[in-house]
């Protein structure tokens, strides 16, 4: 068996791994999308390592764009095998990846007519919301903890890993030729005490495993006094100041985390009589199918959902999906909370409420998660006194605040707890994928100090040949 590495390979985005049979059966590991890159990520996503007709299966860790994200490029250029994942996972890619058609479209729209200034020929988009329905009808949900017979000596557990909801640990027991391969992809490792989902759960002996390394080098905030942190910043933004609260968030996993926390102050009585919006159509949606797949939920949430049915829904919490309502919250002249996407500021209708707020000194960004150096988002984050918006300067007078508590993936000390349910001396090779090289360099001293025999870091285009 083989192991060919063509995605999130020294870097953050396009995860992507083929496993080759004696047999020759080819099972692809995430189609993902490369993210942030420019045009040299436009290439790596047009570019195939391996023919999209030649694969016989997918199977999908979660429905991370940098994970899921080209799919429908390789349905739409020949894949027609099955692409394996768990239900939620499903569900949330027929909003994600028909957002991101969406969105391709969009873009398209501004660099094309540039282009055609220029002389240029138009640009294709990947993939329309066509090959999105192609793609989510080739998709088979499958449940956690369940044995699933990919195909003959081909065997598939999803184990909870508590990253987003639906993502899972990829388990495979392989058997060629009589012999047993013990195999795990860990896909995006999450948390070990997550505000909504199960802790990533252990995961059954491998053999060989490929693993994420974002934060290798990283330890994150203490998540204990999260809560108390939020209300302070909204007693101080809507009470005391009399201001909006903005806070960007990535539609799916942070605005649930948040609309959970403000609804448990509510239960309690804490949050002052002020309305929040949730304004931004994936949102809505995310939240439905999180509602939906209570499987995913961790103890306190189950414990919690007895008492309120709905965790992500009070009063005066209101979720926005029409332009024309989201733009009159420019009107409004009270103290609000608006959450809105993206996280990073650089896309979707926060970018307005920004314009609109970031020059009162009354109203605060609060900043709950990574912004890519680039974006606006990291401008803000650093405070610059000038922020250029939908090309046009806004001094930066409103207060920011930075929560980094808030994270998806495990710090480098929870990934060491998550891979601690491994005897080490049976783990034969290790691979590192999904992490900037330096903090990968990094990340294996510390897996080598922990004892693990061998760590390897592979390149775009490197062959592994398990015995
Ligand atoms: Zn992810």
Redesign the pocket.
Same mark, same amino acid.
């Given at each position: 068996m083989q192991i060919h590495f063509s995605g999130a390979t020294r870097t953050v985005t396009g995860s992507k791994h083929l496993l080759v049979l004696d047999n020759g059966t080819k099972i692809l590991l995430d189609c993902g999308m490369y993210q942030g890159l420019g045009a040299d990520g436009e290439a790596l996503n047009r570019d195939f390592d391996f023919n999209p007709w030649d694969i016989d299966y997918l199977i999908l860790s +979660?429905a !991370?764009i /940098? !994970?899921s994200g080209l799919i429908p490029y390789w349905v739409k250029n020949g894949f027609k095998g099955k692409i394996i994942c768990t239900q939620a996972t499903r569900d949330l890619c027929k909003i994600m990846l028909a957002d991101t058609a969406h969105i391709q479209e969009n873009d398209l729209r501004f660099i094309n007519k540039r282009r055609l200034r220029k002389g240029e020929k138009p640009l294709k988009p990947l993939y329309d919301s066509t090959d999105v329905i192609d793609t989510i009808l080739l998709m088979q949900g499958v449940d956690f903890n369940k044995p699933y017979t990919v195909c003959d000596g081909v065997e598939l557990t999803f184990t909870f890993i508590g !990253?987003?909801l639906g993502?899972g640990c990829v388990n495979l027991k392989i058997t060629e030729n009589n012999k047993l391969t013990r195999f795990c992809f860990t896909? /995006?490792i999450g948390r070990e005490n997550g505000q909504l989902l199960k802790q990533p759960q252990a995961f059954p002996q491998a053999d060989y495993i490929i693993t994420e390394s974002t934060y290798g080098d990283r330890l994150h905030d203490d998540i204990k006094n999260t809560e108390e942190k939020l209300l302070a910043i909204v007693r101080n933004t809507c009470v005391k100041k009399k201001g909006k609260l903005i806070i960007p968030a990535f539609s799916l996993g942070r605005t649930q985390e948040l609309v959970f926390a403000l609804d448990k102050m509510e239960n309690k009585g804490l949050l002052p009589k002020i309305n929040v919006y949730v304004d931004s159509p994936l949102s809505v949606s995310a939240t439905d199918i999180m509602r939906k797949h209570t499987e995913c939920y961790n103890e306190e949430l189950l414990e919690y959902i007895k008492t309120d049915a709905d965790p992500f829904g009070f009063n005066r919490l209101i979720y926005i999906q029409d332009v024309a309502v989201s733009k009159s919250l420019n009107d409004l002249d009270e103290p609000c909370i608006i959450i809105s996407a993206s996280g990073m500021m650089e896309a979707g209708r926060i970018k307005h409420h920004l314009a609109n707020t970031i020059s009162n000194p009354r109203n605060t960004v609060l900043v709950v998660g990574y912004c890519e150096p680039n974006s606006l988002g990291a401008r803000i984050r650093n405070k610059d006194p000038f922020v250029r918006i939908y090309g046009e300067e806004y001094a930066l007078n409103a207060e920011v605040e930075i929560m980094d508590s808030y994270s998806? +993936?495990g710090d480098y000390q929870e990934m060491i707890d998550y891979l601690s349910c491994q005897n080490k001396d049976q783990v034969k090779e290790i691979f590192l994928v999904h992490g900037e090289y330096e903090t990968q360099v990094n990340y294996r001293e510390k897996l080598l100090a922990e004892g693990y025999q061998k760590i390897t870091i592979p390149e775009r285009g490197h062959i592994a040949i398990l015995d």
């Open positions: +979660h !991370h /940098d !994970h !990253h987003i993502s896909g /995006d998806a +993936h």
